[in-house]
């Protein structure tokens, strides 16, 4: 080989592991760091759309010095596992399955409410999105009517009345409920005190369905994984509790 040759292939950046990469974007601007302020698949998701054009392995070149703290300490004790990966794929997977902490994000999907003041359309996207964070899947319809009982009791007696089984649905029925709440509030009337009498009975059977529905896909799809853990999880046993609770809400409503 001669030595001009040498000179210019001495130019182009490598990898630590090596092999010859041209990237030419930019890198982006947010390190991934393993914190719960900025999830797994989300940095994913930016990083393939950010390294769209690239190959494969160039992807897999450039991750390391996309990673940060936590992540990257991970990253570097499980060099070699992550130099074996045969895909950007599969590295992909690894990094999931160890930063998307399953229990966690159950926890905060059980936990999530709309909060006074929330901006409902805002409550929907993040629901669904701690729903695709899950390492299963929620049937949609099931997602719909969770959302539907987290709402605040004022958005949630005008969108209880629709029959939704789509997000999409859901959504076309929460900005109606929007508009509706933001019309009565500036006329002074409670919405509560309008339609929870009437609807008291519909609201409080469809939430103890829709919990129902739940811990059942829930506790089967942890049962096939990790049996010993569903037995202990915080998650899990909070939604029993909760489920117990509006039982008797309902069964006492069928009776006044």
């Excluded at 959504?171 to 509030?185: D, F, G, P, R, W």
Aim: aromatic share 6%.
């Amino acid at each position: 080989m001669e030595w001009n040759q040498l000179k210019t292939e001495s130019n182009v950046p490598r990898s630590a592991e090596g092999p010859i990469i041209s990237i030419k974007t930019p890198p982006l601007k947010r390190l991934f760091k393993g914190e719960s302020d900025y999830e797994i698949r989300d940095f994913l998701k930016d990083f393939e759309t950010h390294y769209h054009e690239c190959s494969d392995q160039e992807k897999r070149d450039q991750l390391r010095s996309h990673l940060g703290k936590r992540a990257l300490q991970y990253y570097d004790n499980e060099d070699i596992a992550f130099q074996n990966c045969e895909s950007f794929e599969e590295t992909k997977q690894k990094l999931i399955e160890y930063f998307n902490d399953e229990e966690d994000t159950l926890g905060k999907l059980v936990a999530c409410k709309q909060k006074s003041g929330e901006d409902p359309l805002d409550f929907v996207q993040t629901t669904r999105k701690l729903a695709r964070n899950l390492g299963f899947n929620i049937p949609e319809v099931q997602l719909v009517q969770n959302i539907k009982m987290d709402l605040t009791p004022q958005h949630r007696a005008i969108v209880m009345i629709s029959r939704d089984s789509t997000i999409q649905e859901l959504v076309k029925s929460v900005k109606n409920a929007k508009l509706i709440v933001s019309a009565t509030e500036e006329e002074g009337k409670s919405l509560v005190a309008i339609n929870y009498p009437a609807n008291q009975n519909l609201m409080l059977e469809s939430r103890v369905k829709s919990t129902e529905d739940t811990l059942a896909t829930l506790v089967a799809a942890v049962d096939s994984n990790r049996a010993e853990t569903e037995r202990n999880s915080p998650a899990l046993n909070a939604m029993r509790q909760d489920l117990a609770r509006i039982q008797i809400l309902w069964i006492r409503s069928l009776f006044t």
